[in-house]
């Protein structure tokens, strides 16, 4: 299994990648450039926790080894240091919020905790699950001139869903999409990357807009982009 391998600390810098696995019982974060692995990377930034992150290269995620890890071939995956495996971002993201981070307030019996489970939720079973019909047409027709039909069909869906966004925004007197920086800023900030490879421009949606720009402003954002192969999308003008 080809993999990129770094161990996120509170200060640690990026470090040279190392293509075998260590041989030690911490806990790994399985991730690959450009996916929604990217949100709970951030989470451990954010939490300065010792989780190591295992960068894999492009395609690695269907190799033997990574399919003893997960048999879906997806990431993420949480490895634990008894060999457990938690997999879904939103289950992960849960995970470090409860075990990682000590703000009581994002308990999940306290209000903003609620909000924050109901954000992630909707950003997974909704936005991020109709990229599907843009990333893989395929499922949802069996002719070019249906994948075709899929794809805008997709864009008119994802439009709604970004307006959506850009308003709950607003209503939160924003930047964050809670109001205050939370785990559903780290998963929105990769499902609006996604954007860039869609016919829709990001510059309609101006909150979510800003909101990119307020991530990438972030230390432990642009540490989880270096540990996952990643720049930021807005680059600093020369």
């Not at 990026?14 to 996916?35: D, H, I, V």
């Not at 990217?38 to 033997?64: C, F, M, Q, S, T």
């Not at 002719?143 to 925004?169: A, C, G, S």
Request: hydrophobic fraction near 40%.
């Amino acid at each position: 299994m080809s993999v990129q391998l770094y161990v996120i600390g509170p200060t640690s810098p990026p470090s040279r990648p190392n293509t075998a696995l260590p041989e030690t019982q911490a806990m790994k974060l399985y991730t690959m450039s450009g996916t929604c692995a990217l949100a709970p990377n951030i989470a451990i930034a954010w939490a300065d926790a010792l989780i190591e992150i295992v960068n894999l290269e492009r395609g690695a995620h269907k190799g033997e080894d990574y399919l003893a890890i997960n048999p879906r071939g997806q990431v993420p995956a949480l490895v634990f240091d008894d060999g457990d495996v938690l997999t879904e971002a939103t289950a992960i993201l849960g995970y470090i919020r409860a075990t990682h981070v000590g703000d009581a307030a994002y308990a999940r019996d306290k209000p903003a905790g609620r909000k924050e489970a109901e954000a992630l939720s909707f950003l997974s079973s909704e936005v991020h699950a109709a990229f599907k019909g843009h990333f893989r047409p395929s499922l949802f027709a069996d002719t070019p001139q249906t994948e075709k039909t899929v794809r805008h069909m997709t864009y008119d869906r994802l439009n709604e869903y970004f307006l959506r966004l850009n308003d709950w925004i607003a209503e939160s007197d924003g930047p964050w999409l809670l109001g205050a920086r939370s785990h559903a800023d780290a998963y929105l900030y990769i499902i609006m990357r996604w954007i860039e490879r869609t016919p829709l421009q990001l510059e309609n949606y101006p909150n979510l807009e800003a909101h990119q720009h307020k991530m990438e402003q972030d230390a432990g954002v642009l540490l989880a982009l270096a540990r996952q192969g990643m720049a930021p999308a807005q680059q600093p003008a020369v």
